[in-house]
């Protein structure tokens, strides 16, 4: 069972960037749909992106596109969430999700009940 850990998360001015990342240990990581969720406090999880196993197709939340820029890099077990012009209401805990791959990915990729396995969640501040 894959497990996942995320890191990266820290303190920043708007306008800046922060770039987390979430590795993967226990499983064939290269077989999982990947996706980054974020919860702010008072607010329920939403989709920020998310990247298809075979990392050649992408999805975005229109809040962060243009932004953020999800990857993954297979060799590394891990994948990236690039974020940059953060906004404060980009301020959240941001949480790691993964889920072996198949054809219901393509629309459901935003659902948070899709993921299978989540990490435990890196807080991002963005003070304004």
């Known amino acids: 069972q894959v497990q996942l850990v995320e890191s990266g998360g820290g303190l920043v001015q708007a306008g800046g960037s922060l770039r987390l990342s979430c590795t993967a240990s226990?499983?064939?990581?290269?077989?999982?749909?990947m996706a980054w969720f974020r919860q702010a406090p008072g607010k329920e999880r939403e989709f920020v992106g998310g990247?298809?196993?075979?990392?050649?197709?992408?999805y975005y939340a229109d809040s962060v596109k243009d932004r953020f820029t999800i990857s993954r890099d297979n060799a590394a077990i891990t994948v990236y969430l690039q974020m940059n012009s953060l906004k404060a209401e980009d301020t959240a805990v941001y949480y790691c999700a993964a889920n072996r791959a198949n054809w219901n990915y393509r629309t459901r990729y935003a659902d948070s009940r899709y993921y299978t396995i989540w990490g435990q969640g890196t807080q991002v501040t963005v003070s304004s």
């Open positions: 990247i298809m196993w075979s990392g050649d197709r992408f």
């Open positions: 226990g499983g064939t990581f290269n077989f999982y749909d």
